[in-house]
């Protein structure tokens, strides 16, 4: 069974910094490239960031380049995102996703950034 | 950057009616374009890949069409568990979801 499991969400201050992890199981994770979607409450999806199986090929959203950084450890299996100088605006859901074909989801971790 | 232009945002509907969703895109997207369903509390589920083809265990009643800018979503017959939000997602040209329409039970 693919699983993908976020975690390190969590209350942050503007400004600081906070980086999620996502571990993958149930497939050969080397062999997908991976997103980072987002969901503010209340709203739609908003796609944040992609990174291929070998990390060749990384892009970003507009509205989160140059703050947040996507990486993944094929060997841990572990897609991560590491986000600095919050906004409010960044407070959402992160999904860690496949998209395509092979579609999966995990359930997504939370992340309020308040004072 | 690619514009998605879901309508309408709230379509309400009843049980048996054959419902239509649109989704235009701001350029071509060369059907480059993916339908989610989006049920509340849970996480998306893709229903349509690259236009028109149908993901594996998805009831036949969903269907999508289209080409260029204009692409479509129908649900032949509603039932009661299609309620939910449902998005389209181009990657064509970097990667953009619509702004969803909810579709609701009348």
């Known amino acids: 069974e693919v699983q993908l499991v976020e975690s390190g969400g969590g209350l942050v201050q503007p400004g600081r910094s906070l980086k999620l992890s996502c571990v993958a199981s149930?497939?050969?994770?080397?062999?997908?490239?991976m997103n980072w979607i987002r969901q503010a409450p209340g709203k739609g999806l908003e796609w944040v960031a992609y990174?291929?199986?070998?990390?060749?090929?990384?892009y970003y959203a507009e509205t989160v380049k140059g703050r947040f950084t996507i990486s993944r450890d094929n060997a841990k299996n572990t897609l991560y995102l590491q986000m600095t100088s919050l906004r409010s605006e960044d407070t959402a859901l992160y999904y860690c996703?496949?998209?395509?074909?092979?579609?999966?989801w995990g359930q997504g971790a939370s992340v309020t950034v308040s004072s | 950057d690619i514009q998605m232009t879901q309508s309408p945002p709230v379509l309400s509907a009843s049980v048996g009616d054959r419902v239509t969703l649109s989704c235009k895109a701001s350029?071509?997207?060369?059907?480059?374009l993916d339908w989610y369903q989006q049920k509340h509390g849970e996480a998306p589920k893709l229903l349509i890949y690259?236009?028109?083809n149908l993901q594996t265990g998805i009831p036949s009643r969903f269907s999508g069409s289209g080409s260029g800018t204009d692409y479509t979503l129908t649900i032949s017959s509603l039932q009661p568990e299609d309620v939910a939000t449902y998005y389209c997602?181009?990657?064509?040209?970097?990667?953009?979801f619509g702004a969803g329409t909810k579709l609701e039970l009348k």
């Open positions: 997602y181009q990657y064509n040209s970097g990667y953009t």
């Open positions: 996703a496949r998209l395509g074909v092979m579609d999966a």
């Open positions: 149930g497939f050969t994770f080397s062999n997908y490239g």
């Open positions: 690259y236009t028109n």
């Open positions: 990174i291929s199986s070998g990390s060749s090929y990384i």
């Open positions: 350029q071509n997207i060369n059907k480059n």
